[in-house]
Nanobody, 125 residues
């Protein structure tokens, strides 16, 4: 019954921006740890940004200062605002959730039980 679905991906040029959205169904974001992950072809899935129910955020060093994770509880939607995009940001981006309210290592893949199917982000020179 619990489902998440990402959207907002696309193709942009270097330095451009995109905003990804993740809509939840059958649950509320306020009671879950949420995160964005990404996976490029031939590479492992890596954590990009995470947010806890109390609003605490965590970012991978590679995206600090460029990406912003947030959520709109009224719309039950998680967002990832991506600015100053680089070719290295090209990947399939996934929305992830876990029932725990706190996660000590929020950017590790195995910490999350619920996943969306992904939305592709392509950044070209």
């Amino acid at each position: 019954q619990v489902q998440v679905a990402e959207s907002g991906g696309g193709s942009v040029q270097v330095g451009g921006s995109l905003r990804l959205s993740c809509v939840a169904s059958g649950w509320t974001y306020t009671n879950f740890c949420m995160a964005w992950f990404r996976q490029a072809p031939g590479k492992e899935r890596e954590g990009v940004a995470a947010i806890e129910p109390d609003g605490t955020t965590t970012y991978a060093d590679s995206v600090k200062g460029r990406f912003t994770i947030s959520q709109d509880n009224a719309k039950n939607t998680l967002y990832l605002q991506m600015d100053a995009l680089k070719p290295d940001d090209t990947a399939m981006y996934y929305c992830a959730a876990d029932t725990r309210t706190r996660i000590g290592t929020p950017l590790l893949r195995y910490e999350y039980n619920y996943w969306g199917q992904g939305t592709q982000v392509t950044v070209s020179s």
